[in-house]
């Protein structure tokens, strides 16, 4: 499965953004999907994932801010975030897992988009 990602971009604090992850190729299995971040100089690190079922998981410190959803199609899904920080700086991933109820996917990535909180 190839995953797409967008919806990154320069944003002030406070401020909210979109992104989405579009996944094609083998959409017919049931996939769990999420997003992970990779600040500079830091680890890639959890964010949020969504399961076939629909469960949703987050990193604690994000819960609250960031929600992730799916498209009805379930081959998209969205990181709404809000009340963004500088320290949301960094470039977000999408991923996607065959094993459908993962709270961390992790066996397909996409190419990551840039989403800079300025302060």
């Known amino acids: 499965v190839q995953l797409q990602a967008s919806g990154g971009g320069l944003v002030q604090a406070g401020g909210s953004l979109r992104l989405s992850c579009a996944a094609s190729?083998?959409?017919?299995?049931?996939?769990?999907m999420g997003w992970f971040r990779q600040a500079p100089g830091k680890e890639r690190e959890f964010v949020a994932s969504?399961?076939?079922?629909?469960?949703?998981y987050y990193a604690g410190s994000l819960k609250g801010r960031f929600t992730i959803s799916e498209a009805n199609a379930k081959n998209t899904v969205y990181l709404q975030m809000n009340s963004l920080k500088p320290e949301d700086t960094a470039v977000y991933y999408c991923?996607?897992?065959?094993?459908?109820?993962?709270?961390?996917?992790?066996?397909?990535w996409g190419q990551g988009t840039l989403v800079t909180v300025s302060s």
């Open positions: 969504i399961t076939w079922s629909g469960s949703t």
């Open positions: 991923a996607a897992d065959r094993r459908s109820e993962a709270t961390m996917p992790n066996d397909y």
């Open positions: 190729g083998r959409t017919f299995r049931r996939y769990a």
